[in-house]
């Protein structure tokens, strides 16, 4: 079947024929493609046509599409038994794992970790852990900032929400929602307010190491180390979000990245995801033992999972962590600075008001003369310039995110050679931009 026929059977048994809403193109317009199979830097629809790809599966493809050696290591944990609800001896090998590659500068922030699966379980989880360690109820978080979808944190989140122009979501009670305080993203001002206000009821402050869900948006220099410090004076939790930035953007993450030209700082949680499980459902939430020693059964604060280390999971997370090597990240460093570059030529070239948004080897671009410091900044721009730019890119076979408020991936199965085809494809984009006519 192709793909417009699949899409019409998809919304006759699934809510808007998705499973995820940035899936459905509704800030592009247009039919979204039904994905048939993957290879390195190259994803095929149903209707066979192969496109480079620059979602990767939102992070988790590193290496690229289907690794043999991540293949392999899933094949033989689903040929032993795909879940047991029992300990496996993999869990504590990821662990630790873990725990090795988040250290940076003698600091290692992570004592012990819980694995779940999936990046709201993880995140859900840290702040019920937060609160039962403090004993206080209020959280505070950034506005565009998305921690998944549990009910305290869609307040002013960005991701789908912003995708679809939603401030929140139906369903939230306004107790839960008063729970949540939304502050700017970047003002430490703001943050001493609300601490002087009301700073003995807050348990935790959670962020994104840098801000990825309303497209790339780093912190300001020095912005998370003085987040730790002021929530720290005041008894309160940092909980850093780690799920899009943690082992793609460095090996120790945007953490360890940050510590080369800045403070050191420790937060109390990270939560991982995406990369962790290699493509699998996998996500994990970690932090010095005195908080998480708070989890059941060593504590009072329940969790549970009957899928929590699922043995194929964390076999993918293995074998996809093992092969991050220094080599690998020196490449998407490498192939994120090229594209970006070759796409800000192409949009100056038309005439197009852009700036380039970069943490690491993520990337996304505003369509804006400034820099974005915040969710309103990101909002204000010519977003309306990116549907005809991404469909431009669609025909020449290359798969953007479907989304300006969304990061773009590379991968180490992005060479020269893939690079140069989507180059090559750009001029026709950007004069797509340029000629785009404001709605209305």
């Avoid at 990767?56 to 795909?82: C, K, N, T, Y």
């Avoid at 780093?218 to 912005?223: I, L």
């Amino acid at each position: 079947m192709r793909n417009d026929d699949l899409f019409d059977r998809a919304k006759l048994s699934i809510p808007g024929g998705v499973n995820s809403p940035v899936r459905a193109f509704g800030s592009v317009g247009g039919t979204p493609r039904f994905l048939a199979r993957a290879s390195g830097a190259t994803v095929t629809d149903a209707d066979g046509r192969d496109y480079l790809d620059l979602v990767g599966s939102w992070g988790p493809a590193i290496l690229g599409h289907a690794h043999p050696d991540v293949v392999r290591a899933v094949q033989e944990a689903a040929s032993r038994g795909l879940s047991f609800g029992a300990s496996t001896p993999a869990e504590t090998e990821l662990a630790e794992l873990v725990k090795e590659r988040v250290s940076a500068v003698g600091v290692s922030p992570i004592e012990k970790i819980r694995l779940v699966s999936t990046g709201t379980e993880a995140t859900m989880t840290a702040i019920r852990l937060a609160r039962g360690f403090t004993g206080r109820d209020l959280l505070v978080k950034f506005a565009g900032h998305y921690h998944g979808h549990s009910d305290g944190l869609l307040a002013e989140a960005g991701s789908g929400l912003a995708t679809l122009a939603m401030p929140g979501s139906a369903g939230v009670t306004a107790a839960t929602a008063g729970q949540t305080l939304v502050l700017p993203y970047n003002d430490l001002d703001a943050l001493r307010t609300v601490f002087a206000e009301r700073g003995d009821q807050i348990a935790a402050v959670i962020t994104e190491a840098a801000a990825a869900n309303m497209g790339v948006l780093p912190p300001d220099p020095g912005f998370n180390a003085a987040l730790v410090e002021l929530a720290h004076e005041n008894g309160a939790l940092v909980i850093l979000d780690e799920v899009l930035t943690g082992f793609r953007v460095s090996a120790s993450g945007y953490w360890g990245l940050s510590l080369a030209d800045g403070p050191v700082y420790r937060p109390d949680l990270f939560t991982f995801g995406k990369v962790i499980g290699g493509g699998m459902p996998l996500a994990a939430l970690g932090g010095r033992a005195e908080v998480m020693d708070y989890l059941a059964p060593s504590g009072p604060v329940y969790q549970a999972g009957t899928l929590s280390g699922n043995p194929v999971a964390v076999a993918a997370g293995i074998a996809t962590l093992e092969r991050a090597t220094p080599a690998v990240y020196a490449r998407l460093d490498e192939a994120a600075a090229t594209l970006s570059s070759a796409v800000s030529d192409a949009l100056e070239r038309e005439g197009v008001a852009h700036v380039v948004q970069r943490a690491g080897n993520l990337f996304s671009f505003v369509f804006a003369a400034r820099h974005p410091r915040n969710y309103a900044d990101v909002q204000a721009q010519e977003s309306w310039r990116y549907a005809p730019f991404f469909h431009a890119m669609l025909d020449g076979g290359v798969s953007l995110p479907p989304s300006v408020f969304e990061a773009w991936f590379v991968s180490a199965a992005h060479d020269d050679d893939v690079l140069r085809r989507i180059i090559d494809v750009l001029p026709a984009a950007a004069q797509a931009a340029a000629s785009a006519v404001k709605p209305g």
